[in-house]
């Protein structure tokens, strides 16, 4: 039985529909996948590795560091571990964070989404300035900056 022309056009139009639908499923599903890879990425951080000695774990981002005080003991050796919690699209900085100290010649920089650390032993005892010098407005920034307190 031969088929009219309507009926052709209207089959092909049920086709074309079809592989839309496909099309526009794959699409969406895609979507969907690549903005679950960058919520987990940004919700879901993997553990630091665990260090030996005294280590002070301290987190950077454009809103400042998540410590404003450390204390620690005169003549007793201590890992700061900086971590920068920004990526590398912040133009200010380009993600990377600074922790530094003059008075004790400390100064270490973590690069965007990493870790990075520094060992010392402080020699002085007293309340000295950290700061990160690298963004976001630098020493000047009421959120990058803190205290060490060096207690005898």
Same mark, same amino acid.
């Given at each position: 039985?031969? /088929?009219?022309? @309507?009926?052709?056009?209207?089959? =092909?139009?049920? !086709? !074309? /529909? @079809?592989? @839309?639908?496909?099309?526009?499923?794959?699409i969406?599903?895609?979507?969907?996948?690549?903005?679950?890879?960058?919520?987990?990425? *940004?919700?879901?951080?993997?553990?630091?590795?665990?260090?030996?000695?005294?280590?002070?774990?301290?987190e =950077?981002?454009?809103?400042?560091?998540?410590?404003? #005080?450390?204390?620690?003991?005169?003549?007793?050796?201590?890992?700061? @571990?900086?971590?920068?919690? &920004?990526?590398?699209?912040?133009?200010?900085?380009?993600?990377?964070?600074?922790?530094?100290?003059? #008075?004790?010649?400390? &100064?270490?920089?973590? !690069?965007?989404?990493?870790?990075?650390?520094?060992?010392?032993?402080?020699?002085?005892?007293?309340?000295f300035?950290?700061?990160? &010098?690298?963004?976001?407005?630098?020493? *000047?920034?009421?959120?990058?900056?803190? !205290?060490?307190?060096? #207690?005898?």
């Amino acid at each position: 039985m031969k /088929k009219s022309p @309507r009926a052709i056009h209207k089959e =092909a139009r049920a !086709q !074309q /529909k @079809r592989v @839309r639908s496909l099309i526009f499923a794959v699409i969406v599903v895609g979507v969907l996948g690549l903005a679950g890879y960058y919520l987990k990425s *940004a919700f879901i951080r993997t553990a630091l590795e665990p260090m030996a000695g005294n280590v002070i774990d301290l987190e =950077a981002s454009m809103s400042g560091f998540d410590k404003t #005080e450390i204390r620690v003991r005169a003549g007793r050796p201590v890992t700061i @571990r900086l971590t920068s919690l &920004d990526n590398e699209h912040h133009t200010d900085g380009g993600g990377k964070h600074q922790w530094a100290v003059d #008075e004790l010649g400390v &100064d270490v920089i973590a !690069q965007p989404e990493s870790s990075n650390y520094v060992t010392f032993t402080p020699n002085k005892a007293g309340s000295f300035t950290f700061y990160c &010098d690298i963004c976001c407005g630098g020493k *000047a920034n009421p959120t990058m900056n803190g !205290q060490i307190v060096v #207690e005898a």
